[in-house]
């Protein structure tokens, strides 16, 4: 259990450092047309953190993992990540980039969309829903993948 939390909360910990990184490159303000592109690339440190906690879980196991071992602890660790993301979310928008949601809708009726569809897409309330329903399901595919790409035959 405690690999798992320590996991998951170095995910969050990545996932607010990354959204740093995009406020200070000015993803969140002067290049906003280009946050969407820009966001995707957390794939890459995602996938990492998520391959070394599965190389804690197999060394801990002897070395030795099943896929539904691997499984289990992927989804265990989504599961922190999730009940964590609506904290993460709160922090970043108070205090990392407290002006993004407006900038985003602001960017948004520049390109024509209807204010009202903005506002309810750019907000604490739905980021954080998104956090939590994200970490889950990309949380599921990324421990699938993983777990069938790192499983071990036990002896």
């Known amino acids: 259990m405690k690999t798992i939390i320590k996991w998951g909360a170095t995910f969050s ?7 740093t990184l995009e406020k200070l ?14 966001t995707m690339l957390i794939f890459f440190p995602a996938v990492a953190v998520y391959v ?42 108070k205090f990392i980039t407290p002006t993004y949601f407006q900038n ?10 209807k204010l009202e569809a903005l506002q309810a897409n750019f907000n604490l309330a739905s980021y954080a829903v998104q956090g939590s329903i994200g970490s889950i399901v990309i949380g599921a595919i990324t421990s699938l993948v993983l777990a069938l790409i790192m499983r071990t035959k036990k002896q």
């Open 52 to 93: 070394y906690a599965f190389r804690e879980r197999r060394n801990e196991l002897g070395g030795k993992a099943t896929f539904k071992e691997l499984m289990l602890f992927g989804l265990s660790v989504s599961v922190v990540v999730a009940v964590l993301a609506p904290l993460a979310q709160w922090l970043v928008f």
């Open 13 to 19: 910990v990545m996932t607010i450092c990354w959204i």
């Open 104 to 113: 985003a809708i602001n960017a948004g009726l520049a390109q024509g969309y």
């Open 25 to 38: 490159l000015g993803f969140h303000d002067q290049r906003i047309q280009w946050h969407p592109v820009f």
